[in-house]
């Protein structure tokens, strides 16, 4: 796996060892990013943008973020065998400090944080393929106002998931790449 654009591009990233985990695979995260940059339907640029990476993983889609120039990307992450592999991979990254690592769940960081009146203007979500509370988490995104006004949530999936996503938001675009569904909204 690799940084496919921007000031960090071809740097190889650390991947853990751990089967539970399930990289973004670099076809599907190159096809979300031409999505962004290139799409009518999409009125946010990654340039100066506000990325939240939930399920970060080895922080894959928020690395990319970064490289592309975005203003600030917090990755949230609690599996710890996969915490690690995180922080190694933003390391890498010399001279970057425009992000953080939070170590929590994401529903305690929804509780936690609605006072904070977080806005962020892309918010990624790539749970396990075996969650199910995909339409609690969006709820909560779209219930505490966390999305900015142009904002996109991006959803990956499992292509065959049965769980229809919640009409609380628009999907606009749905793509599959693979064994990937790709869910763009607003």
């Known amino acids: 796996m690799r940084i496919i654009g921007g000031a960090f591009k071809g740097r190889k990233l650390f991947l853990p060892n751990d089967k539970n985990t399930r990289p973004l695979k670099d076809l599907v995260k190159e096809s979300i990013f031409n999505l962004i940059q290139h799409s009518n339907k999409i009125n946010i640029k990654i340039k100066n943008s506000l990325v939240l990476d939930l399920f970060s993983g080895s ?27 995180l922080e190694k991979n933003v390391r890498s990254l010399k ?37 199910l509370k995909i339409n609690e988490i969006i709820e909560k995104i779209v219930e505490n106002n966390f999305l900015n006004k142009n904002g996109i949530i991006i959803i990956h999936r499992h292509k065959k998931d049965l769980v229809k996503l919640t009409q609380k938001i628009n999907i606009f675009e749905e793509r599959f790449y693979g064994i990937s569904k790709i869910c763009f909204g607003n």
Do not use: M, Q, T
């Not at 425009?98 to 962020?120: R, S, V």
């Open 59 to 85: 922080g894959s889609f928020g690395i990319e973020c970064l490289s592309r120039e975005a203003k600030k990307v917090s990755f949230l992450e609690n599996y710890p065998k996969v915490l690690k592999v």
């Open 95 to 131: 001279k970057i400090n425009n992000y953080e690592i939070i170590k929590d769940d994401c529903f305690n960081f929804f509780k936690l944080n609605k006072k904070n009146l977080l806005k962020f203007d892309i918010i990624f979500i790539d749970p396990p393929y075996k969650e």
